[in-house]
C-alpha cells in the first residue's frame, strides 16, 4: 500500500519509506489511501502480535519490512493490553495500556517504530537520528525503543519545567545513543523545533532523520491492534460494540481508534477526554479551529494546543460537522481530575492517572441512558505510579512497578538549550 500525505503535495510512499521519512515533504501527514476489511479474519483472544498481523498486514503489502512484520510484533507487543472490569457490572471497562517499559501505552508505538526502523536498510555506515518532541511520555517511550539500537541514535526535547520530576527522570535517565535537551519553551515550541529540523535542507543533506513523535505512521497503526483486540473482546463477552473514552492531547491514540473502527472493528461511539486545553472540544462545537499556546494542567502529557494528529481526523471527516458525528470531545479541569481520582479511588478502589480521570471524568458525567446503552471502555494511557507527585497527596501511596524502579535508579543527564534550531544544532553537533 502506498501511503498519501494529507497535504495532498507530495508524491505517496510505501510503508518503509512512510516511517522512516515521518513527515511529509510537503509538511503533511502520511494517511493509508483506503481501508482493509482487517476485522472480517480477526478472531476475539488471538494474541496481540497475531490480531497485528491481520491489522497492520495490509499496509506492509509489498514493502520490503512485509516478510518482517511478524518479528517486529513480537518484538513491539512483548507485555499485554490487559482489559478489566470497573467495579462489579461488565459494563465498565479499563483498557490497561501502560504495562510496558516506561509504564504508558506510547510504549507500543515507539517500539513497532523501533523494530521497524532498525530493519530498514540503510547506507553503509549512516546513523539514522530520531527527533522527538515530548510533552512528558514519549521522548521516555521512543529513549527506552531505541536505547543501544545500533545504528541509530535519539534526541529528546522536552519543555524545561513543564514535566513531572518522575518524567524528567524517565527522559534523561538513558545516556549512550540518547541525548536530551531541556527546552526553554512549550511543548508547542518543541514540536515546532522538530518541524524546522526536518525542513531545514543543511541539516537533512548531513543526516538521515526520522521523527518518532505520532506525526510518524509508525507510531499509529500499531496503536490500532489494542482497539481492534478489545472491541472483538468487548463484543465476545456481551454482543455489544464498544464504545471508548480516550484521555488525548496530540490525538494520535484517538486516530488509531477512529482507524480500527474504519477497518470495521465492532466500535461504537468515541469520546475524547481533553484536559483544558480545549481546542478540540470548542473546534468540534463551533466548527472554528483556534490553535492556542498550551496550558499546563495536571495531565500534562495532553497539554497540546495544536494538536497535530486533528490534520489527520480532517483528511477522513473533512469539516467540525461531519466530524462531530463521529467523535465527541469533552474538556475536563485539574480541579475535575483530582476529585475523580478521589472518588473512583473511594468507590472502586481504582488509582487513575491524572490523563486516565480525565476518562473516567468524562464517563461519569455521560447520561445515565448513554452509559447504560453500551460497554464502555476508559482507556488507561499510564501508570498512575508515574504521577506521584500528584496521585499520592489524593490517595496515599502508589507501589510503584517493578518496570519504573529500574529507570529511577539510574543518573540523569541532559542539556539545557533556547527554543531555536540554532541551540538545537548546535547542541546535536557532537552526534
Ligand atoms: C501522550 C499521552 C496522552 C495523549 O495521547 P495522544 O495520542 O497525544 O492524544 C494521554 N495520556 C498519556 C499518559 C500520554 O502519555
Partial sequence: MKFSSTRGNAPAVGFSQALLQGLAPDGGLYVPPEWPASAAGAVAGESLPAIGERVIGPFAAGDALESSLPAILGEAFNFPAPLQAVGDGARLLVL??????????????????????ARIERAQGKTLRVLVATSGDTGGAVA????????????????????????????????????????????????????????????RARVEMSSANSINLGRLLPQTVYYAASSLAVMRA?????????????????VACLWAREMGFPIQRIVLAHNANRTVPDFLTTGQLLPRPSIATLASAMDVGNPSNLERMLALYPDAR?????????????EAIRARIR?????????????TATAAEVYANLPAAERDAHPWVLVATAHPAKFREIVEP?????????NL???????????????????????????
Fill in 394 to 402: 489524593l490517595v496515599g501511596s502508589v507501589p510503584v512497578p517493578e
Fill in 144 to 203: 527506552a525503543a531505541f536505547h543501544r539500537r545500533a545504528g541509530t541514535e535519539v534526541v529528546v526535547l522536552f519543555p524545561k519545567g513543564g514535566v513531572s520530576p518522575t518524567q524528567q527522570q524517565q527522559l534523561t535517565c538513558w545516556g549512550d545513543n540518547v541525548t536530551s535537551l531541556a527546552v526553554r519553551g512549550s511543548f508547542d515550541d518543541c514540536q515546532r523545533l522538530v518541524k524546522e529540523a526536518f525542513m531545514d535542507p543543511a541539516l
Fill in 238 to 254: 456481551t454482543g455489544q460494540r464498544a464504545c471508548y473514552v480516550i484521555p488525548s492531547g496530540n490525538l494520535g491514540n484517538s
Fill in 96 to 117: 490497561e495500556l501502560f504495562h510496558g517499559p516506561t509504564a504508558a501505552f506510547k510504549d507500543f508505538g515507539a517500539r513497532f517504530l523501533a523494530a521497524s526502523l
Fill in 343 to 355: 472518588a473512583d479511588f473511594a468507590r472502586y478502589g481504582q488509582v487513575w492517572c491524572p490523563h
Fill in 405 to 431: 524502579r529500574r529507570l529511577y535508579d539510574l543518573p540523569s543527564q541532559f542539556t539545557e538549550i533556547d527554543p531555536t534550531l540554532t541551540a538545537l544544532q548546535h547542541a546535536t553537533d557532537h552526534c
Fill in 322 to 334: 461531519t466530524l462531530a458525528e463521529q467523535v465527541s470531545a469533552v474538556s475536563v479541569s485539574d
